[in-house]
C-alpha cells in the first residue's frame, strides 16, 4: 500500500473506473482493503465498498480503524448498515459494531435485520459489559448433544458447519443445554459407529463464565494455549464461544491503552486524531505537572537562605528529582506487570513492599556511594553538599521504590487501572516528596 497505488486507486475512483478498481481490489485480504480504505476519503470509501461482495465488505469494515469506520457508518442509512453488514457478519463482529452506535440507530439497524434468530442474539449480547465475556463471545459454533450416535452426529455437524466461517471445537450438551465436554476430531475417527458422544468426549472443557473479565479470558487462553473458549452462564449452559482472534484485538487495545495512561493521556488517540481531541487527551495531566513544579517552586522559595549559604546545593535538584521519578516508574511499572498477568496478587502486599524495599537498600547504597565519591572529590569532605546530597538520594530512592509499589496494588485494590501509577502521577508525587527531603535534610545538616 505504497502511495504510488493508493494514488492509481484514486485516480480511477476519480475517473469512475469501477471495473478498473474491482481488478486491483479482487487479489487483496480484507485487511489490506481496510487498509487502503483509511487513507482514502469516505467518498472514494464508499465506491470501493459498492465494489465489493457482501461478506468481504462486512469483513473489510470490522478491519476499518475504529475512527474511520465511525465517519462512515455516521452517513450510512440504518437499512443499509443492516443488509449490507451486519447481516453478514458474525454476532461478535456484529455487536462490536452495533456499539460504535448511538441507541436510536440501535433500534433502527435491528429493525432492518431480516434473521430474527441473529437479531435477538445480538440484543441479548449487547446486555453484557462490553469488558466482560459475555461482551466479548460470539453464539456461532458447533452443538452436539451427549446422547447422540456417531452417525447422527456427523450428521448434525456437517450441517451446522456449513453456515460456519471457521470450526473451532465442537461442543458437546446435554437436553439442558449445559456445557458437558468437547467433542475430538480424532475421536470422531476412530470411534466406533454405536458409541453415544457422551462415551468419547473430553469431560470438563475449560469454560468461563458470562461475567468473567476480559483479563482473565485472556490469561486462560495464553496459560492453555485455547484457540476458542467457551462461555457458560449461571447455570453452566453453554452460550457462546470466545476465539482468540478477538482476543487478541483486546490484548492490542488494552496495551494501547495502558501505554497512553501510562505517558500522561487521559483518553485514547490516534496519531490521525483531530487537534482538540489530541489536546484534550494531553492537557489535564500537564496542569498537574505544571500545578506539580509550582508546588515544587514554593518549596525551594523557602530555602532561599539555604541556597545563600550553600549555592553548589542547586546543582543537584535536577539529579534528585530525576532519580526519584525514575526509581518510581521502574518500581511501579514491575507491580502493574505484575498485576497484568497475574503473577503478583495484592493479598501479597507486604511481601512485595519487603523485597522492593530490600532491592531499594542495595540500589539506594550503590547510588549514594558513587555521588558521595564525587563531591568528596570535587568539594571535599567537609563541604555540607557532599553528604546531605548522598544522604537525600538514599532516602529519595527508599520512598520512590516503597512508594511506586504501594501506590498500583493500592489501586488495584480500589478497582482503578494501575497503569496510572506508571505515568506522571508517580514522577510528580516523587518529585515534590523528593524536594521536601533533600531541603529538609540539608537544613538539618547545615
Given amino acids: 500500500m505504497d502511495e504510488e497505488y493508493i494514488g492509481n486507486v484514486k485516480r480511477l475512483i476519480e475517473q469512475k473506473e469501477a471495473d478498473k478498481v474491482k481488478n486491483l481490489l479482487v487479489d487483496l485480504h480484507p485487511a489490506d482493503i481496510a487498509e487502503l480504505c483509511n487513507d482514502l476519503s469516505t467518498e472514494e470509501a464508499r465506491f470501493v465498498y459498492r465494489l465489493l461482495d457482501n461478506e468481504t465488505a462486512a469483513d473489510v469494515l470490522m478491519e476499518m480503524d475504529e475512527d474511520v469506520r465511525k465517519e462512515f457508518l455516521e452517513i450510512l442509512p440504518s437499512e443499509t448498515i443492516a443488509k449490507r453488514f451486519v447481516d453478514y457478519m458474525d454476532t461478535d463482529d456484529a455487536v462490536d459494531l452495533m456499539r460504535e452506535l448511538d441507541e436510536d440507530k440501535q433500534e433502527e439497524v435491528l429493525s432492518h435485520i431480516e434473521d430474527i434468530e441473529q437479531a435477538g442474539d445480538i440484543v441479548d449480547l449487547l446486555k453484557y459489559d462490553e469488558n466482560t465475556a459475555g461482551g466479548l463471545m460470539g453464539t456461532e459454533m458447533v452443538l452436539v448433544n451427549e446422547n447422540w450416535s456417531m452417525p447422527e452426529c456427523l450428521k448434525e455437524m456437517r450441517l451446522q458447519a456449513e453456515v460456519l466461517d471457521e470450526v473451532y471445537y465442537v461442543y458437546v450438551i446435554d437436553d439442558d443445554e449445559r456445557l458437558r465436554g468437547v467433542f475430538p476430531l480424532k475421536k470422531m475417527i476412530t470411534s466406533p459407529s454405536v458409541s453415544k458422544v457422551k462415551h468419547v468426549m473430553q469431560k470438563e472443557p475449560i469454560s468461563v463464565h458470562v461475567d468473567t473479565s476480559i483479563e ?135 511481601k512485595q513492599v519487603s523485597k522492593e524495599a530490600v532491592v531499594a537498600l542495595i540500589n539506594a547504597t550503590i547510588i ?79
Fill in 368 to 446: 549514594s556511594i558513587l555521588v558521595y565519591t564525587y563531591n568528596f572529590i570535587r568539594f571535599g569532605a567537609t563541604a555540607t553538599v557532599t553528604y546531605s546530597v548522598s544522604i537525600s538520594l538514599f532516602a529519595v530512592v527508599m520512598f520512590a521504590s516503597i512508594f511506586g509499589t504501594l501506590v498500583p496494588m493500592t489501586l488495584e485494590r480500589l478497582k482503578i487501572d494501575p497503569a496510572i501509577a506508571t505515568g506522571p502521577f508517580i514522577a510528580i508525587t516523587n518529585d515534590i516528596i523528593g524536594m521536601m527531603l533533600y531541603m529538609g535534610i540539608t537544613v538539618l545538616l547545615s
Fill in 216 to 350: 482473565e479470558v485472556v490469561q486462560i487462553i495464553e496459560k492453555y494455549d485455547l484457540v476458542a473458549l467457551p462461555v457458560i452462564d449461571s447455570i453452566g449452559r453453554l452460550v457462546g464461544q470466545i476465539t482468540v482472534d478477538d482476543v487478541m484485538d483486546e490484548v492490542r487495545e488494552q496495551a494501547e491503552r495502558d501505554y497512553q495512561l501510562a505517558s500522561g493521556l487521559s483518553q485514547d488517540v490516534e496519531t490521525d486524531d483531530k487537534v482538540f481531541r489530541q489536546t484534550t487527551a494531553r492537557l489535564p495531566w500537564l496542569i498537574i505537572g505544571m500545578l506539580g513544579g509550582i508546588g515544587n517552586s514554593m518549596i525551594l522559595g523557602n530555602f532561599d537562605t539555604t541556597f545563600a549559604a550553600h549555592p553548589e546545593m542547586a546543582l543537584y535538584i535536577p539529579l534528585i528529582g530525576g532519580t526519584g521519578g525514575n526509581v518510581g516508574t521502574q518500581s511501579s511499572a514491575i507491580i502493574v506487570q505484575g498485576l497484568a498477568n497475574s503473577s503478583l496478587d495484592t493479598k501479597n502486599t507486604f
